[in-house]
């Protein structure tokens, strides 16, 4: 079992920047794969990038791909979403995902625990 909380959403700019933190306990980070999802209002939670459980391996969403980067610190047990260039399209709930296995790191039915979500809201 792994608890998860997000930080570090709230309202920017067009072509702003967040860092989004994502904070493990009850079980090593070093554990999992992890993953960032989005939700916006009336749409479907979709992929936005995923991490291997040592950083070896990245995955983008094409909306995000150059703008967004995916990190982790195992050492503090968190894992990072840097947003920069950031679009009003970019507005959602972000949250964040841990799984065992990553052989689809955009399924989101694969992943096995998830956070509560933050907010990011980008102003035009």
């Known amino acids: 079992q792994v608890q998860l909380v997000e930080s570090g959403g709230g309202l920017v700019q067009a072509g702003g920047s967040l860092r989004l933190s994502c904070a493990a306990s009850?079980?090593?980070?070093?554990?999992?794969?992890m993953g960032w999802f989005r939700q916006a209002p009336g749409k479907e939670r979709e992929f936005v990038a995923a991490?291997?459980?040592?950083?070896?391996?990245?995955y983008y969403a094409d909306s995000v791909k150059g703008r967004f980067t995916i990190s982790r610190d195992n050492a503090k047990n968190t894992v990072y979403l840097q947003m920069n260039s950031l679009k009003p399209e970019d507005t959602a709930v972000y949250y964040c995902a841990a799984a065992y296995s990553m052989v689809v790191p955009g399924a989101r039915q694969k992943y096995d625990y998830w956070g509560q979500g933050t907010q990011v809201t980008v102003s035009s």
């Open positions: 009850g079980r090593t980070l070093s554990s999992f794969h």
């Open positions: 991490i291997t459980w040592n950083g070896g391996s990245t």
